[in-house]
């Protein structure tokens, strides 16, 4: 079964950092680009972040560039989001998803999604 | 940045009618490179349509779309119990992509 399982969630102070992970099996993982995209509660959908199947370039949201950083661990079919100097406005369900077609592109279709975990930014 | 309108907001229908979502985009979508995506509370966003028109796998046949340039269609033929939903549009022609603020739609 193609599968995303996000962990890492949680609360978190402004200014504090988290680490999101997430698990992907059942297809090659190194064959498909990835990303991350944020639901604020009872908004709408947002584009964070997306990698390269083989990890080499790395495309962030500018509400975003500079304080998180995406990368993958391809032997261990892994994703992950390091973000750093949260914000209230970064609380959030964070669901990653897998580029439909390719593999060097991950501006494209989401045709897998985990389930999402959630950030939540408060003192 | 390509943004994305979609309307109404919300449509409210009966089982068993036909449901037509639109989705403008404030520049061309280039090759079409728009998709369709149904959310339910609580749960992860679906994949419907991708390249304006093509049905991912396993999509029932009452959901269709059109639409190139700047205007998209979603069309449910006939909206079924399970349907009631919101439902996103996304381009990604360009970086960033970005999506439409969605349209519910629920029962009347």
């Known amino acids: 079964e193609v599968q995303l399982v996000e962990s890492g969630g949680g609360l978190v102070q402004p200014g504090g950092s988290l680490r999101l992970s997430c698990a992907a099996s059942?297809?090659?993982?190194?064959?498909?680009?990835m990303n991350w995209v944020r639901q604020a509660p009872g908004k709408g959908l947002e584009w964070v972040s997306g990698?390269?199947?083989?990890?080499?370039?790395?495309y962030y949201a500018d509400s975003v560039k500079g304080r998180f950083t995406i990368s993958r661990d391809n032997s261990k079919n892994t994703l992950h989001l390091q973000m750093n100097s949260l914000r209230a406005e970064d609380t959030a369900v964070y669901y990653c998803?897998?580029?439909?077609?390719?593999?060097?592109?991950?501006?494209?279709?989401?045709?897998?999604w985990g389930q999402g975990t959630m950030v939540t930014v408060s003192s | 940045e390509i943004v994305l309108t979609q309307s109404p907001g919300t449509l409210s229908l009966s089982p068993g009618e036909r449901a037509t979502l639109s989705c403008r985009a404030s520049?061309?979508?280039?090759?079409?490179?728009l998709a369709w995506y149904q959310q339910k509370p609580g749960q992860a966003p679906r994949l419907l349509i991708y390249g304006a028109s093509s049905r991912n796998t396993g999509i029932p046949d009452r959901f269709s779309a059109s639409g190139s340039g700047t205007d998209f269609t979603l069309t449910i033929s006939r909206l079924e119990p399970e349907d009631f939903a919101v439902y996103y549009c996304q381009h990604y022609g360009s970086s960033p992509g970005t999506f439409g603020p969605g349209t519910k739609v629920d029962i009347k």
């Open positions: 520049q061309s979508v280039s090759s079409n490179s």
């Open positions: 990698i390269r199947g083989s990890g080499g370039m790395t």
């Open positions: 059942g297809f090659s993982f190194t064959s498909y680009a």
């Open positions: 998803a897998k580029a439909l077609r390719y593999s060097i592109n991950p501006n494209d279709a989401f045709d897998i």
